[in-house]
């Protein structure tokens, strides 16, 4: 793997000690949620915002306290907005939605153009309401449902590990499977490609190709990853991220480890995620029956070659693991200890904790299981409240997207 182009940028590993992180404190956005409408937005309910401001200002203040930076993706979206063709495009991907028609995209554009940098960027997020668009005209704007959306919000920005992730010292901008997140890659490219701290950063991925979402992608080791295959990210997302990683010499070994295509089950990480160099906190009922297909390739394949990649498999993915690690064994702390208590605290993301370091990450403080299973393994575990970050169905690791990792 390429020593970072930046030494202040990039990750190859889920433990290596967590420098800087992006977050997105939850705004507005939550404020849109309905029970009519928050099946569609990936909510399982509607959050008590404030509350869900709290726990999030308590999990940064974790972080922080730990020498993590912290930075915020509303910021950083403000900040991009100031620079013309970050501003564009982002307009551009608002509008870009068939349900509009002609009049109606050119009157919300016209609206976004001429918003101050800061309410342009509260507006990318949290959507605009039909009442909010004045002066909208045009058969769709008439026909529209008045409690629907001209730009729909964007709650599941507070899951920034899906939207780009960093493998090296370079970013791959996901392309998101669920309608209701497409649009939020666009802000993550915008900011990649346009905003001061990451300029002349390569990207690695983007939204047109097929589907992969960052929280199936485990930096397993440096050069080993394991991509997730199931609901959110596709067979053929994870051959193109092996293609790339491979011919820009990030990895040499992906592991893709299919997982049931259900909402509990939504990502990899939420499964399975790294507390040590050689151990990982994992759900048992899957632990035993989740295999891995092993990817490699015989030569260096360019970025968009069809040449056949080596695929061998497929083995259990502890054992599959341990080999592309070079360990001799990977070590699995079980969620739970009864089936009853393990699906409880899987459901509550029990195994999606945060590595801040080896041996330290943080974790939802409801999953006492499991948080004592960890400790009882030698892992550090900072807790954190999530009654209400966690009805987004995502815990501390789905809520990160570390840009900066030292290597483990
Ligand atoms: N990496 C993760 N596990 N992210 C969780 C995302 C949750 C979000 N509500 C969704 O359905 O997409």
Not at 344 to 365: F, H, I, K, S
Request: with cysteine.
């Amino acid at each position: 793997m390429t020593p970072g182009a930046s030494p202040s940028l990039g990750a190859t590993s889920e433990v290596g000690r967590l420098r800087t992180v992006v977050l997105h404190r939850p705004g507005a956005e939550l404020r849109r949620l309905t029970p009519r409408n928050n099946d569609q937005l990936l909510f399982d309910g509607v959050p008590w915002v404030a509350r869900a401001q709290e726990e999030h200002d308590a999990f940064a203040a974790a972080l922080t306290a730990r020498d993590v930076e912290v930075l915020y993706l509303g910021r950083l979206l403000a900040e991009v907005l100031e620079v013309p063709a970050a501003r564009e495009e982002l307009v551009a991907a608002a509008v870009d939605d068939p349900r509009l028609g002609a009049t109606l995209k050119r009157a919300t554009t016209a609206h976004l153009a001429g918003l101050a940098s800061d309410d342009l960027a509260a507006t990318l997020m949290a959507g605009l309401a039909h009442d909010e668009l004045r002066g909208g005209r045009g058969l769709a704007y008439e026909l529209m449902d008045r409690g629907d959306f001209v730009v729909p919000p964007l709650p599941n920005l507070l899951f920034t590990r899906d939207s780009s992730v960093w493998v090296g010292d370079q970013v791959a901008i996901t392309s998101l499977a669920m309608p209701a997140r497409h649009r939020e890659s666009s802000i993550t490219r915008a900011i990649a490609t346009h905003h001061p701290r990451f300029a002349g950063t390569g990207q690695l991925y983007d939204a047109s190709l097929e589907h992969l979402e960052g929280g199936d992608v485990l930096l397993l080791a440096r050069g080993v990853l394991a991509v997730g295959v199931g609901e959110r990210t596709t067979p053929g997302g994870a051959e193109r991220l092996a293609r790339r990683v491979f011919a820009r010499g990030l990895a040499h070994t992906v592991l893709v480890v299919p997982i049931a295509q259900e909402r509990a089950t939504m990502h990899l990480d939420t499964i399975a995620t790294m507390v040590d160099v050689d151990a990982m906190v994992m759900y048992p009922a899957v632990a035993d029956s989740l295999v891995a297909w092993t990817v490699t390739a015989e030569e260096t394949p360019d970025d968009d070659d069809t040449s056949d990649l080596v695929v061998r498999g497929p083995q259990p993915f502890v054992v599959a693991a341990a080999q592309a690690m070079g360990i001799d064994r990977l070590r699995v702390i079980d969620t739970g200890l009864d089936p009853v208590t393990a699906e409880r605290e899987q459901w509550d993301d029990g195994n999606n904790t945060l590595a801040l370091a080896p041996r330290l990450a943080v974790a939802y403080e409801r999953n006492t299981v499991t948080n004592a299973a960890l400790e009882a393994a030698g892992i550090e575990v900072v807790r954190i409240a999530g009654s209400e970050l966690g009805s987004g169905r995502g815990g501390p690791r789905c809520m990160s997207c570390p840009v900066w990792r030292d290597e483990s």
